[in-house]
């Protein structure tokens, strides 16, 4: 009964907030539709298919025909945050840019995608045409700051903006040959001085890269060794963005190696020994530092000799398992993203600014 009378106050809500329709009113002129703090362009290519719902800081575009059907329609939403950790981890959401309104605050502009099909699908399993269009026009749509704001596209996204002074920190710590302890001190790896011993030039030997592991529409920073082989792509040092800082997440080293794998998934392969060995597959949160645990993979003769693979999940609880259905699971999480990292040679010549 509570569950009712909550959706009967939220469908209120929803019929309170103004709509704009396109099935007549928008022929044969592209449609310009303004929130307080910005707007979006909708082609005239898409007239007569689409219904409008506007907010204070939010404009949601819907699809008519499948709205009418009873199948939700929501194709996708344009969304001013103040603060990151308001969209950080809301499923379907990603950051297109930011917005800076005359008093100097920054609102990230974020794009939210539904989650669940929109469309009829008893009809065909395919999504309408003109259901496609509307939902492909959100990563591209045409955003303009208004009454005074200003819209940077990509702004507080690209690595090359946000990761200056980490990068330059480090090509320091390699020039001037810090050790084991002050590195490790200022959360870095120590393999950098490990390195800097076995190598005359290091900075050719150590690199970065900048990449969206978590898919939230901002680069993190991998720093890593430009190798071969299995060592291609390990990652000593990984940083990312949190309330638009720039923040530490995690060091590796030689028996403590970082990947990302399957694409979106970061890897930490360790080893306790001859007889132990395994790898940690995590996600990292976004606007945080948190690696959450997904699924952890070990070989550990210690504990069962004749049968040592284990697989523990989010819980932690460690299971046994046959040799091969092991490797089954774990062949999942196998394809390392092998980067090919940028010297910092290389960013020194650049002379960025």
Same mark, same amino acid.
């Given at each position: 009964?509570?569950?009712?009378?909550?959706?009967?106050?939220?469908?209120?809500?929803?019929?309170?907030?103004?709509?704009?329709?396109?099935?007549?009113?928008?022929?044969?002129?592209?449609?310009?539709?303004?929130?307080?703090?910005?707007?979006?362009?909708?082609?005239?290519?898409?007239?007569? &298919?689409?219904?409008?719902?506007?907010?204070?800081?939010?404009?949601?575009?819907?699809?008519?025909?499948?709205?009418?059907?009873?199948?939700?329609?929501?194709?996708?939403?344009?969304?001013?945050?103040?603060?990151?950790?308001?969209?950080?981890?809301?499923?379907?959401?990603?950051?297109?840019?930011?917005? &800076?309104?005359?008093?100097?605050?920054?609102?990230?502009?974020?794009?939210?995608?539904?989650?669940?099909?929109? +469309?009829?699908? &008893?009809?065909?399993?395919?999504?309408?045409?003109?259901?496609?269009?509307?939902?492909?026009?959100?990563?591209?749509?045409?955003?303009?700051? $208004?009454?005074?704001? $200003?819209?940077?596209?990509?702004?507080?996204?690209?690595?090359?903006?946000?990761?200056?002074? $980490?990068?330059?920190?480090?090509?320091?710590?390699?020039?001037?040959?810090?050790?084991?302890?002050?590195?490790?001190?200022?959360?870095?790896? *120590?393999?950098?001085?490990?390195?800097?011993?076995?190598?005359?030039?290091?900075? !050719?030997?150590?690199?970065?890269?900048? +990449?969206?592991? !978590?898919?939230?529409?901002?680069?993190?920073?991998?720093?890593? #060794?430009?190798?071969?082989?299995?060592?291609?792509?390990?990652?000593?040092?990984?940083?990312?963005?949190?309330?638009?800082?720039?923040?530490? /997440?995690?060091?590796?080293?030689?028996?403590?190696?970082?990947?990302?794998?399957?694409?979106?998934?970061?890897?930490?392969? *360790?080893?306790?020994?001859?007889?132990?060995?395994? /790898?940690?597959?995590?996600?990292?949160?976004? !606007?945080?530092?948190?690696?959450?645990?997904?699924? !952890?993979?070990?070989?550990?003769?210690? #504990?069962?000799?004749?049968?040592?693979?284990?697989?523990?999940?989010?819980?932690?609880?460690? #299971?046994?398992?046959?040799?091969?259905?092991?490797? #089954?699971?774990?062949?999942?999480?196998?394809?390392?993203?092998?980067?090919?990292?940028?010297?910092?040679?290389?960013?020194?010549?650049?002379?960025?600014?």
């Amino acid at each position: 009964m509570k569950n009712k009378i909550l959706f009967r106050i939220l469908l209120a809500v929803l019929m309170a907030i103004p709509t704009i329709s396109c099935a007549k009113e928008c022929i044969g002129k592209d449609t310009i539709v303004k929130s307080k703090l910005f707007s979006i362009t909708i082609p005239k290519e898409l007239n007569k &298919t689409y219904e409008i719902k506007k907010e204070k800081d939010k404009i949601s575009v819907y699809h008519i025909d499948s709205k009418k059907a009873g199948f939700g329609g929501f194709a996708f939403g344009i969304k001013a945050y103040k603060n990151p950790s308001d969209h950080a981890v809301l499923p379907g959401s990603r950051k297109l840019g930011e917005l &800076t309104d005359k008093k100097g605050r920054i609102y990230d502009i974020v794009l939210k995608h539904p989650t669940d099909v929109q +469309y009829d699908y &008893t009809k065909s399993p395919d999504a309408p045409s003109s259901f496609k269009a509307l939902y492909e026009l959100g990563e591209n749509v045409n955003i303009q700051g $208004i009454k005074g704001t $200003i819209y940077h596209k990509d702004q507080g996204m690209k690595g090359e903006n946000l990761y200056k002074k $980490i990068i330059q920190k480090h090509i320091a710590a390699i020039e001037e040959k810090w050790d084991s302890t002050k590195l490790e001190n200022e959360k870095m790896s *120590y393999m950098y001085n490990v390195i800097s011993q076995t190598n005359k030039n290091p900075l !050719n030997k150590i690199g970065y890269v900048y +990449y969206d592991v !978590n898919v939230d529409g901002i680069d993190e920073l991998f720093i890593g #060794e430009i190798a071969e082989g299995e060592w291609k792509g390990v990652i000593y040092d990984i940083y990312t963005m949190v309330d638009r800082k720039p923040q530490h /997440v995690v060091s590796g080293g030689e028996r403590d190696r970082y990947y990302v794998c399957d694409d979106s998934f970061i890897c930490n392969e *360790y080893s306790g020994g001859a007889l132990e060995s395994g /790898v940690h597959v995590y996600n990292l949160v976004e !606007n945080s530092t948190e690696l959450f645990p997904q699924v !952890n993979f070990k070989y550990d003769g210690y #504990e069962n000799q004749k049968q040592p693979w284990f697989i523990a999940y989010s819980d932690n609880k460690w #299971e046994s398992f046959s040799e091969k259905e092991f490797n #089954e699971r774990k062949k999942i999480f196998e394809k390392y993203k092998r980067f090919n990292y940028i010297p910092f040679q290389n960013y020194l010549l650049k002379k960025p600014n």
